[in-house]
């Protein structure tokens, strides 16, 4: 377990090379990651600001959207994040592994910020910023294994039940979220 930090900047430095940790598939990734309670509300600043990243970044950066869509994206990212943690937490219960779910949480969280600011890299770089866009959902898939394996300690079966789970729960929500909201506006 990562040792107490004293800030929050150094809590996401530490995070940080957890995460790269986790994209090679070092055993020590766990290390790097605070799974106390304070890293755990330390975790769900960071995805916060994740989930503001991906509303509002495109409009810091210049980029214009149609009105409404960075709040409309801020809420359809809040409300997968809470599937995700449900059906993260009743997998692991129905495994019994509830031990694993506030260290899946944190380095979930982490690599959550993670790709959020990769993810805002990638608008900035236009028709290239695609192929930032593959390498994001390629590195949070190899991050996903990597946490089941490093930091929950699941077994492959065990991995794949959870992703399963949670890809059903996030469609679910997402048809949950397209009705009561409605489909995007059309760009401008």
Do not use: K
């Amino acid at each position: 377990m990562a040792q107490p930090t004293t800030t929050f900047l150094d809590e996401l430095m530490s995070a940080a090379r957890g995460c790269l940790a986790l994209l090679v598939g070092s055993r020590q990734a766990p290390s790097y990651f605070d799974f106390s309670q304070r890293g755990l509300v330390g975790s769900l600043i960071a995805t916060v600001i994740g989930i503001g990243l991906a509303g509002f970044g495109p409009l810091l950066t210049g980029i214009d959207l149609p009105a409404g869509a960075a709040t409309q994206s801020v809420v359809i990212n809040g409300v997968l994040f809470v599937a995700q943690a449900v059906t993260a937490f009743v997998a692991l219960r129905q495994m019994g592994r509830q031990d694993g779910f506030i260290p899946y949480l944190v380095a979930s969280n982490w690599v959550t910020l993670a790709s959020a600011v990769l993810l805002l890299i990638s608008t900035m770089l236009g028709p290239l910023g695609f192929v930032v866009l593959v390498l994001v959902v390629i590195l949070a898939l190899a991050s996903f294994i990597n946490i089941g394996r490093f930091i929950v300690t699941l077994t492959a079966l065990q991995i794949g039940i959870l992703f399963i789970s949670q890809a059903v729960g996030v469609f679910l929500a997402l048809a949950v979220v397209a009705v009561i909201i409605g489909p995007a506006p059309p760009p401008v």
